[in-house]
């Protein structure tokens, strides 16, 4: 019988890669590692500097196809008095999962993402996150994140883990809101980040 973290065939995780997976290629041109990548979107919920109530996810690319992140929980990311939303959280881990195809020079989207809640992550503390590609497979990328409080060694606070589907930039042009798209399209620096991912390997 499959479920929800199953796959309809051979009752594999869903999360697992296939057998076929390779192991991920970090892009030539990739940023070096300590490099900070900077928003993708301006408006980006996760990383974006015009987006007053966003995270303001500062990441930057690790070794091979891996980055760091570092998110500050602000009050307007409560869920219960004094502490982070869980969806914020899993917005803190899928930003920080996303960016691993920077690194790849692959545009992709989250198919999937399962998260793990170990500690309550108090407002004012900082999450410090990585992430690592663990596998690809045709379109798709699979990857784990984790996210420490008191630290970057301290203890585990949340973890992922994630399925990327790869997709073109016609995905945004066809689906999104026509006004945002036209004004992202006007925007020179936006243009600037979809040229280098339109430059593939
Ligand atoms: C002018 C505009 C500029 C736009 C900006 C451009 C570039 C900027 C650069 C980067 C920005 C990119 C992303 C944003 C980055 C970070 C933010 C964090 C990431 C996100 O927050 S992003 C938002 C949330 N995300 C979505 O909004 C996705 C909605 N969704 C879909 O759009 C489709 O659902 C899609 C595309 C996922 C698949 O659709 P599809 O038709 O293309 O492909 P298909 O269904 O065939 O799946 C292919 C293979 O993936 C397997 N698969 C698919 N889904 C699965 C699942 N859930 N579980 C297990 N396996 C799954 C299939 O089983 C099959 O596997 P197999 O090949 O083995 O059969």
Request: aromatic content about 4%; proline content about 10%; glycine content about 12%.
């Amino acid at each position: 019988m499959s479920s929800a973290t199953t796959s309809a065939s051979g009752g594999r995780p869903v999360l697992a890669p296939p057998p076929d997976a390779t192991e991920p290629v970090r892009h030539p041109d990739a940023p070096a590692p300590g490099t900070p990548l900077g928003p993708h979107y301006d408006q980006c919920f996760g990383c974006g500097d015009d987006q007053p109530y966003g995270l303001h996810l500062a990441v930057r690319a690790g070794e091979g196809v891996g980055v760091t992140a570092e998110f500050t929980v602000r009050p307007a990311h409560q869920g219960a008095p004094g502490l982070a939303h869980g969806g914020v959280l899993a917005s803190a881990l899928d930003e920080t999962l996303g960016s691993l195809n920077w690194l790849r020079r692959v545009i992709a989207v989250t198919g999937r993402l399962e998260s793990d809640f170990l500690r309550p992550v108090p407002v004012g503390a900082t999450l410090h996150l990585s992430a690592r590609c663990t596998a690809v497979a045709g379109r798709k990328m699979y990857a784990s994140a984790e996210g420490r409080i008191g630290g970057p060694q301290g203890p585990v606070a949340v973890r992922a883990q994630a399925l990327f589907v790869e997709v073109g930039v016609s995905h945004f042009t066809s689906n999104g809101r026509p006004e945002e798209i036209r004004a992202a399209m006007s925007d020179p620096d936006q243009v600037k980040v979809v040229r280098a991912f339109e430059v593939g390997p």
